[in-house]
């Protein structure tokens, strides 16, 4: 006699699919971190966009144009 004689497979699947679904369901929401590089912390992070490129910012120093005409504004990516 094995101990497979024992286990009723349907019960054991219906028990086991409703333990999984309980675990999915009582996870703690997960946060979305936004972090902002500084010059002391620039160059512990690498930042990879949604076509999976990765890259690290340079931060340059640079005077703020006089004219408003002259900027331009970057959207974001999506």
Known sequence: MSVM????????IVSFAIGVFYIYISLPKQRVVTVYP???NESYFNFRDKAHNCFRF??????CPTNDDTLKTIPMQT
Request: proline fraction near 6%; glycine fraction near 0%.
């Open 58 to 63: 340079e931060q340059e120093t640079k005077e």
């Open 5 to 12: 004689d024992h286990i009723s497979w349907p019960a054991f």
């Open 38 to 40: 500084t010059q002391d």
